[in-house]
């Protein structure tokens, strides 16, 4: 399976070359209850995310801050905006990764994290960096 994967991502970056995406940054979730820092009794649902953060494009990238959307089963939306992600700007040259994890608490079971990350490349251009819609869940809640 890992080597399929790998095989997965090297073709990603040849597309993205072949294609003169010079900004390109793949980024992917885990998440993870954690039933010892909730209190479900009080609507308190804690979850840990690991984020890999990947630069396929053609030139060094740094990220400069974060931009996330969090909402809950019932529709409830927080906003968090902030400078980088776990006191850190990672600087990703081309084919390089970058894994954090963090975390965030909701008032429900389920519920869904997508954003964005602001970079700057090194040839002097900014763009944003889409972070694909993920879902929390409590274990056995969604099938």
């Not at 998440?31 to 396929?56: M, W």
């Not at 996330?68 to 990703?92: C, F, S």
């Not at 519920?111 to 040839?123: F, I, K, L, P, W």
């Amino acid at each position: 399976m890992a080597a399929r994967s790998l095989q997965c991502e090297i073709d990603q970056e040849k597309r993205a070359l072949a294609s003169g995406k010079h900004h390109e940054i793949a980024v992917s979730a885990a998440t993870q209850y954690l039933p010892d820092q909730s209190d479900e009794s009080a609507g308190r649902y804690v979850f840990a995310y690991t984020i890999t953060i990947r630069n396929a494009g053609q030139v060094a990238a740094q990220l400069i801050s974060r931009h996330w959307i969090i909402t809950d089963a019932q529709g409830l939306v927080q906003e968090v905006r902030g400078l980088g992600v776990v006191g850190a700007q990672p600087l990703l040259q081309p084919g390089e990764s970058f894994e954090y994890t963090s975390g965030t608490s909701i008032a429900t079971p389920v519920g869904t994290m997508r954003g964005s990350y602001q970079m700057v490349a090194e040839d002097g251009g900014r763009f944003e960096a889409s972070i694909p819609a993920f879902t929390l869940s409590v274990p056995r809640v969604l099938h």
